[in-house]
């Protein structure tokens, strides 16, 4: 499942919504709504109804988040497609699929970096996107600002977002390909913001008895490829690195992840020989590319909601520098 939450991870602070739009002093200009949106969804309760959609597919869920003196509570909840609900914590992430009665616990990466966006990072995103307000719009019966960002280069895509006036939640979030054409949108069709949220709303129907699946990942499991990554696309960072079990693998695969601050590529690196989850060379999904390629017995992945072009440099990047040692 598309990790559609990941947009509202941010961070905590007084909230502006209960004054009204009216009387809120709103930001001047598309960086300072980014802010906004960045502080709002963490801190507020909400609960809503959105609809992720790129080409023919869809899919609908339903969230709660609830913030209270231990932290945030939040319940992603498919209501569509094989049931299945995730709880997020602040330290870690739950899976649940309803139809099996099975559950999955992964850590939180040790940062809480990913896929987050914090204000101080922010101002790293006008180094590489043109960032413009668009026109006041309404999306779930609330009103919105519109802020366009635009890529500087070829690496990322354009992405159009309309931010709530009084609340600073993200109401509305597109994703447009180089003609310029929409090509993946998730948009709130319910919200409701505020008001009481009950700990027992968070984890409704997930009582009894379920089978625990053991998590894919292990973040102080150390890799044993010496590579680098060099040159690192433009404006991206690692934000986490960690061992994944993947299917049909005997081995843990190490998988690290980079971001601008705004989208995120995934690179996998592992031994070559077992049938490969990818495809080698190119593939895409929508917006999400991947490119594979095999170097000296291992076969390196590149995959993000990103351009061709950027997967394939991140997987051409790697070079590797012996068949034993540490990831650094």
């Given at each position: ?67 209270g003196q231990s932290g945030e509570l939040e319940r992603l909840e498919s209501l569509d497609r094989t049931p299945r609900v ?57 009103p919105c600002q519109m802020v366009k960002l635009t890529p500087i280069d070829n690496l990322r895509y354009a992405r159009h ?74 404006g991206f960072h690692k934000v986490a690195e960690m061992m994944r079990d993947m299917p049909g693998r005997s081995q843990p ?76």
């Amino acid at each position: 499942m598309k990790l559609v939450f990941g947009s509202v991870l941010f961070l905590f602070l007084a909230p502006a919504f209960a004054f009204g739009a009216n009387t809120v002093v709103q930001p001047k200009d598309g960086l300072g709504w980014l802010e906004k949106s960045a502080l709002a969804a963490h801190n507020l309760n909400y609960q809503g109804i959105f609809v992720y959609q790129h080409g023919h597919y869809t899919e609908t869920s339903r969230i709660l988040h609830r913030i209270g003196q231990s932290g945030e509570l939040e319940r992603l909840e498919s209501l569509d497609r094989t049931p299945r609900v995730i709880i997020r914590t602040s330290q870690n992430i739950r899976y649940y699929n309803l139809d099996q009665r099975i559950e999955m616990v992964e850590p939180l990466p040790s940062d809480n970096a990913f896929p987050a966006i914090f204000p101080e990072q922010m101002s790293r995103l006008s180094n590489y996107y043109n960032i413009a307000l668009g026109p006041l719009s309404r999306y779930s019966g609330l009103p919105c600002q519109m802020v366009k960002l635009t890529p500087i280069d070829n690496l990322r895509y354009a992405r159009h977002m309309c931010i709530g006036l009084g609340s600073g939640l993200l109401l509305h979030d597109s994703v447009l390909n180089s003609k310029h054409k929409p090509v993946e949108n998730l948009t709130f069709t319910e919200l409701a913001i505020g008001g009481n949220i009950k700990k027992s709303d968070i984890f409704e129907g997930l009582g009894g008895t379920w089978q625990i699946k053991k998590s894919s990942l292990n973040e102080n499991m150390k890799g044993s490829v010496d590579f680098k990554l060099e040159p690192l696309p433009a404006g991206f960072h690692k934000v986490a690195e960690m061992m994944r079990d993947m299917p049909g693998r005997s081995q843990p695969v190490e998988h690290l992840i980079y971001t601008d601050g705004l989208t995120a590529v995934s690179l996998f690196i592992e031994p070559s020989g077992a049938n490969p989850v990818f495809r080698i060379g190119l593939s895409c999904a929508g917006v999400i590319h991947v490119y594979t390629r095999i170097e000296n017995g291992y076969t390196i992945t590149a995959l993000g909601e990103v351009p061709a072009v950027t997967v394939k440099k991140f997987a051409r990047a790697v070079t590797l520098n012996s068949p034993e040692g540490n990831l650094h």
